[in-house]
């Protein structure tokens, strides 16, 4: 077999194949996301020590 005959069958890690859909640990790897869930939990960790705390 002649070697400008042969498939390249490597696959990059960084990205899946098109036809695969990505999981949900892809999406919370996203920074805008985890920046907004962070923002989200430090307001229902805030309300809930206003709660606790204050009232």
């Known amino acids: 077999m002649i070697c ?4 390249d069958t490597t696959q990059s890690e960084a ?3 098109k036809d695969e859909p990505r999981g949900c640990l892809f999406a919370l ?8 869930l962070a923002v989200i939990g430090c ?4 309300a809930a020590l206003h ?4 009232l």
Do not use: T
């Not at 709660?51 to 204050?54: E, G």
């Open 15 to 17: 990205a899946p194949p």
């Open 51 to 54: 709660d606790l705390l204050l």
């Open 29 to 36: 790897s996203q920074p805008p996301l985890m920046i907004f």
């Open 4 to 7: 400008g005959e042969m498939l």
């Open 43 to 46: 307001l229902l960790l805030m």
